[in-house]
């Protein structure tokens, strides 16, 4: 990483850059308000020699990222909240995306949207390509699924969180997705993640169940290292031993560990990782005390009639309710949960 000085010009950036990319390397120019900071991506050792760089026209100083992840890292990027649809996640701003696992239906979807508005949460989800573990199940309505999103995003505000499973989906996602989710069972799909990274639209990167933390931070770095770094990290329980009390095991630890080491939001998923109704609240509520930057919850109209992941879908007309005591919590922690009218950022 090399920080160039404040009053550093833009001859000696371009000067910078164009050594960088002589030893053989990727130049990673992020502007800040005050100072230009270049990441040289390459191999570490060679690059550093090969660059001699230091006391350079403009260079303030050279410091090496060791960490396998780069572009992620606290160290390079810091903890700038993340920018989507005019609305920041991170920081103090506390992100809250709720809504049907899977799009079923017009009606069931514009009828949780209007919920999911109403109690001011943030975003919206909802699934249009399912990744289904039995090929007999409902497998979602895919394109119609986009179809009805939009009219959701349309009638309410809320920008959209919708998943992409293949490569061949990514053009039509992102025409209505603010939010491409890569769910956990993509998350080490390396050429999905280089096709995502190459859009503009922000990604929600689910970790994978079992994936350590750094091999998650490495996937959010395939998706950086092609131009995208709108990534929210999303912790959504992993297998352990535990076969039945709940479907994964919340990683909490997961939170603040990987908070330390990635200026990346991370939201957590309560959700999925207890597939019982009655243990999300808890689980939330543990996960914003960790710190956590946001939660992302499955809420339907009429849990008994879905089609997917019924017995972990809060009531739709209990919601209010239940973000109200999420919301305890997020008061404690300084946050403000960032729904509402976006506000005016620099993205
Ligand atoms: C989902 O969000 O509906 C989902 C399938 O999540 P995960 O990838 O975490 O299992
Ligand atoms: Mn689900």
Redesign the pocket.
Known sequence: MIVMKGDATEQQVAAVIERIERAGARAHVSAGEFVTVIGAIGDDRELIAALDIEGEGGVERVVPILKPYKLVSKDFRGDAPVEIAGRLVGGDNFCLIAGP??VESRAQTLDTADVVKSVGATML?G?AF??RSSPYTFQGLGREALTILAEARERTGLPIVT?VMDVRQIEDVVEVADVI?L????MQNFDLLKEVGRTGTAVLL?RG?SATCEEWLLSAEYIAREGNERILL?E??IRTFETGAYRSTLDIGAVPAVKQVSGLPVIV?P??AAGKRDLILPMAMASVAAGADGL?V?VHPSPETAL??GPQALYADKFAAWVADVKRIVDVMGKVIAGGEPVAVNA
């Not at 769910?183 to 993509?186: D, H, K, P, V």
Request: hydrophobic share 10%; glycine share 12%.
């Open positions: 696992c899977t989800r699934g399912k990744p998943e989710q769910g956990a069972r993509n689910k169940m999303c959504r329980g998923d959700s999925h992302i499955e997917c992941d």
